[in-house]
């Protein structure tokens, strides 16, 4: 059972750290610095906070399953709650990607001021 939660505990990391890194470095790609005040800023900020419910998650767990009375109830309790959180944490990375791929970017076309000709220009009067 220990082998079950060890592999859940990974996913739900692996799922962490594509939130925050990977939607950091997409942003900082896609939408430049500093990042502008989309979902996804939020996910790269907060998202480490994700490791502590994780983290949590498996303390609950491994607490859960050294009771004495731990059966087959217990375990499928468990292992749900915890594909339930990396559902969670999926869903919300996939979310601040879709916002970053939808969300236009912000940059403004600058035109290139056209140089005035020779023939434009004001002489200096003929002393």
């Known amino acids: 059972m220990k082998k079950e ?16 890194l990977g939607v950091a470095v997409l942003l900082k790609v896609f939408r430049g610095s500093p990042a502008p005040d989309i979902f996804a800023r939020d996910v ?5 906070l994700f490791l502590f419910a994780s983290a ?8 859960e399953m050294s009771k004495p009375g731990a059966d087959h109830h217990d375990v499928i309790g468990v292992l749900a709650s915890g594909w339930i959180l990396a559902g969670v944490i999926a869903l919300i990375a996939f979310i601040a990607t879709v916002d970053l791929a939808s969300t236009p970017p912000l940059t403004i076309k ?9 023939s434009n220009r004001q002489l200096p009067p003929d002393s």
């Open 44 to 48: 790269r900020d907060w998202g480490f």
């Open 110 to 118: 600058m035109e290139k001021p056209q140089q005035p000709s020779i």
């Open 5 to 20: 939660i060890v592999r859940l505990v990974l996913i739900q990391m692996t799922l962490v750290i594509y939130s925050v």
């Open 56 to 63: 949590g998650w498996c303390a609950w767990a491994s607490f």
